[in-house]
């Protein structure tokens, strides 16, 4: 079946491809992690003041905003990993890709480098599962939690940025590519 595709890339046969799912079902995605890393570093950003003027004004402090501040921002952390490979900003040695210049050896090794990162973490995937399944009886020091959903941050965290992963190489691929990375 033919599909009329407008210039802003917008389906008009009426009928929505698997493609147009897949791609609204990521802006979904992304949309959900931007506003739980936004609300965690609110989280980090309120306690850490309640902590300051606790301790500076009122010479006291509550024993579980630094522990909730601290569970908050591996949360943080996992989950922005995901939104960092989604605009390419890891740290990484690019110094090879500046100095070649054929676009499609440039390409090439964007891909191989980044399906490294994403053998990685499935690799570590069921580490962090075994991990989980071993501090279920740990509990935090000053809030009634156990460690267990602290270290859940690391499998969502790795199912995320391997989500990432899948929707950012083709397309960066393709800036490589066209020479407009």
Not at 105 to 116: Q, S, T
Not at 124 to 136: D, F, N, R, V
Not at 146 to 156: E, F, K, M, N, S
Request: hydrophobic share 50%; with cysteine; aromatic share 12%.
């Amino acid at each position: 079946m033919n599909t009329l595709i407008k210039s802003d890339g917008k389906n008009t046969s009426g009928k929505s491809g698997f493609i147009d799912v897949l791609i609204k079902l990521d802006h979904i995605i992304e949309n959900v992690q931007t506003y739980i890393c936004v609300l965690l570093f609110i989280i980090i950003l309120v306690l850490g003041s309640v902590q300051i003027f606790g301790r500076y004004l009122f010479h006291y402090s509550t024993p579980w905003s630094e522990e909730l501040m601290r569970f908050s921002g591996i949360w943080l952390a996992m989950i922005g990993s995901s939104l960092t490979i989604r605009v390419d900003g890891h740290v990484s040695v690019d110094i090879l890709l500046s100095y070649m210049k054929d676009n499609k050896k440039r390409a090439i090794l964007f891909v191989v480098a980044r399906l490294i990162c994403v053998i990685f973490l499935i690799w570590y995937l069921p580490a962090s599962i075994t991990m989980i399944l071993k501090s279920k009886t740990s509990m935090a020091a000053s809030i009634p939690m156990p460690y267990a959903y602290v270290y859940l941050a690391v499998p969502v965290g790795i199912v995320m940025m391997l989500i990432s992963y899948a929707s950012t190489i083709p397309n960066y691929m393709k800036k490589y590519m066209k020479g407009e990375k």
